[in-house]
């Protein structure tokens, strides 16, 4: 079997693979032949169940694996794990996709009697994880040259980003941000051989998606509503990641594309 990406020496940083859409994605894109930068924030007890799932990816596919558990905001981690990769690249290794799977946000009510109502400060921490660290990641990789001459910047929004759903607000907010700050990227960045996209994925159940209130009933109109009557997997966004780090891929660059099965028609 031909892998696209095999002995190349390039790399795939992915924000948030420690499950859902971006571990779907790490164990794609190295089935490929990309080697992986994982990055995700768990607590300690879940950290060796993530880690074995990081090494069976590497077993499977024979790629090359750093991982931190780190806070992707910080400006020391983002220093600490580039500096750490810099040194795997060598002198001939590059990033050919950054791919942002953060969803670390909050979900409040606006208004709630006796519950815990949206703050500002909600707004401020879902927007700094969920959208600008797409920009400061980008920056910070672009600062040390080791983007490849073809690379790839990816992110996931949703149909939330203009549909009102409860408790939703604050990530509604990030995720049209999100897709603003890939726009730019994809035109600001374009001399440097950069493209960026969004995917916008369908009602997937993930962890992410189970913490949202309601989230079994959205489920259920989901499902009649689908031409193919049935939810989004993560392997299905995945897939479409790879499709837009593919050669043939390199002129579809600053578009959000609906990866849903045809959810959105209806």
């Known amino acids: 079997m031909v892998r696209e990406f095999e002995n190349k020496n390039e790399w795939a940083i992915i924000l948030g693979a420690s499950s ?6 790490a164990k794609k894109l190295a089935k490929e032949g990309l080697n992986l930068c994982l990055i995700y924030r768990a607590r300690k007890s879940d950290v060796a169940a993530i880690e074995s799932e990081f090494e069976a990816i590497v077993s499977n596919s024979k790629v090359k694996l750093l991982h931190f558990n780190k806070d992707v905001v910080k400006s020391e981690n983002r220093e600490s794990i580039l500096t750490q990769l810099e040194q795997n690249l060598q002198e001939t290794g590059k990033v050919k996709c950054l791919v942002h799977s953060i ?31 797409l920009y400061d990641w980008t920056k910070h990789i672009f600062s040390k040259k080791i983007f490849s001459k073809d690379a790839r910047i990816l992110s996931f929004t949703s149909e939330g980003n203009k549909k009102a759903w409860q408790n939703y607000a604050a990530v509604s907010a990030a995720k049209v941000a999100l ?16 493209k960026a ?18 989230n079994e ?7 009649q509503r689908n031409p193919f009557k049935r939810l989004t997997t993560p392997e299905d966004i995945a897939n479409v990641v790879y499709l837009l780090t593919k050669e043939e891929s390199k ?14 028609l209806s």
Request: charged fraction near 20%; glycine fraction near 10%.
């Open 251 to 264: 002129w579809i660059t600053g578009v959000t594309i609906p990866v849903n099965g045809g959810e959105h």
């Open 179 to 194: 897709e603003a700050i890939s726009r730019n990227i994809a035109l600001e960045f374009a001399p440097h051989g950069i």
């Open 197 to 214: 996209n969004c995917i916008e994925a369908g009602i997937t159940d993930t962890a992410s998606l189970r913490m949202i209130p309601g």
């Open 103 to 133: 969803a670390k946000g909050n979900l409040k009510p606006m208004t709630a009697d006796g519950a815990r109502e949206l703050q500002n400060d909600d707004f401020h921490i879902t927007m700094e994880n969920m959208a600008f660290s």
């Open 217 to 223: 009933k959205l489920k259920e109109y989901t499902i």
């Open 20 to 25: 859902g859409l971006g571990l779907s994605t």
